[in-house]
């Protein structure tokens, strides 16, 4: 029970970093010696010091020392160099006795690896408290690093029977402010934001986090764009002063217009078209490669569609409006192909239902 009290004082640690990390997974720490709490950290940011570290600092600020004190951490503690030294050397040289660790690396390279040479150490090691929640708390992360390719979590507005636009391409507004707020804390924890060209035509969206207070890192912007059909006018070209607006598009797309995207300081990408669409797994595996571990796919419905007949969502967060559009020319939250068979569908794990004054949110995985 008491491993358990400061894995959860740990995680809330981690919490701190969501959104902030990538491509780094959030971590967060806990010193405690003789059951009281020395001092606490969090993973902030790719490139600083690492949950451990930052424990360990912050319980010698205190005054304290570490030597013969138990550490918590949400994550196994590293055991190789990256943009920072290993942990584990830390953990030894600093005489912390006892490891605590939620989750083992799912790294297939590094798995184990920090915990077994910890043990070889002469410190003794405890795995797999709250093992669930530490785990559940880096999906995204878990996932990237092992495929490379981001998590996706599908995103979008609707209304009871499942329409996201009236046939005259009307969708502002379907849900009411609170559920508009939820769902700009959902952007500010992912790494890049992607829709298709029509809901740039149609919405002329900035795809950024717009949150009272906000300063963290914009995420990516990403547009399918097959044709190359994006204005040059648009919020995400003329938005683009920090260089983050991404747009894919056809390898038939003409040079010159390519060129054009390129004078903005857009990056552009080619990939191979699948059924008319670009090709959906080029596409994450170009996001991948550049470090997105966390992609929110907002639409519109041929996106969302595409993304679901090639079974790369992860996530959903449904906004549910209590409104019945009908009609069959609005437009549906999903198209595609579909399935025909019910056995075919794609099946929602840990669903959970959530209220935001008349709205609801739909939440689980596929």
């Known amino acids: 029970m008491q491993d358990e009290v400061f894995m959860r004082m740990a995680l809330r640690e981690a919490r701190k970093g969501l959104g902030r990390t990538s491509p780094n997974p959030c971590v967060g720490a806990v010193v405690v010696k003789n059951g009281r709490v020395l001092g606490k950290g969090w993973h902030r ?20 020392s ?17 943009r920072t030294p290993p942990c584990a050397g830390l953990i030894v040289e600093k005489g912390i006795r006892h490891v605590v660790a939620g989750a083992t690396d799912p790294n297939p390279r590094h798995r184990g690896k920090g915990l077994h040479w910890l043990k ?16 559940n708390l880096n999906r995204g992360w878990n996932h990237w690093i092992v495929n490379r390719t981001p998590w996706v979590i599908a995103k979008c507005g609707m209304t009871l029977d499942g329409k996201i636009a009236t046939a005259q391409q009307e969708s502002k507004w379907i849900t009411g402010a609170g559920a508009r707020q939820e769902a700009q804390r959902l952007r500010s924890r992912v790494d890049a934001i992607l829709v298709g060209i029509n809901t740039v035509l149609a919405d002329d969206p900035s795809l950024t986090v717009r949150l009272p207070g906000y300063h963290g890192k914009q995420p990516w912007r990403v547009a399918l764009d097959a044709k190359g059909r994006i204005p ?25 217009r390519v060129r054009q995207l390129l004078e903005q300081g857009i990056k552009v990408s080619r990939v191979n078209e699948r059924n008319g669409r670009l090709n959906v797994a080029a596409v994450l595996k170009g996001l991948g490669d550049a470090g997105i571990v966390n992609l929110l796919v907002e639409g519109g419905g041929g996106v969302l569609g595409s993304f679901l007949d090639e079974q790369c969502i992860h996530e959903v967060c449904l906004f549910v409006a209590p409104m019945i559009l009908g009609g069959k020319g609005s437009v549906k939250a999903f198209g595609g192909k579909g399935v ?16 935001i004054k008349k709205d609801l949110i739909v939440k689980g995985f596929i």
């Not at 930052?54 to 005054?63: I, K, L, M, T």
């Not at 013969?68 to 055991?79: F, H, I, K, N, R």
């Not at 150490?121 to 795995?127: A, L």
């Not at 025909?340 to 209220?355: D, G």
Request: aromatic share 6%; glycine share 8%; proline share 2%.
């Open 45 to 64: 940011a790719a490139g600083l010091p690492h949950a451990e570290v930052e424990a360990v600092r912050d319980a010698e600020h205190n005054g304290h």
């Open 66 to 82: 570490v030597r013969g004190a138990t550490l918590y951490v949400t994550l196994e503690p590293c055991s190789t160099w990256g």
């Open 120 to 135: 070889k150490m002469g410190v003794r090691v405890t795995d797999g408290v709250l093992e669930r929640e530490c785990l």
């Open 232 to 256: 040059l006018k648009s919020r995400l070209v003329q938005g683009n002063e920090d260089g983050r607006t991404w747009i894919f598009v056809s390898k038939n797309t003409s040079q010159r």
């Open 340 to 355: 025909l068979k019910w056995s075919e569908s794609a099946k929602i794990s840990e669903c959970q239902v959530f209220k």
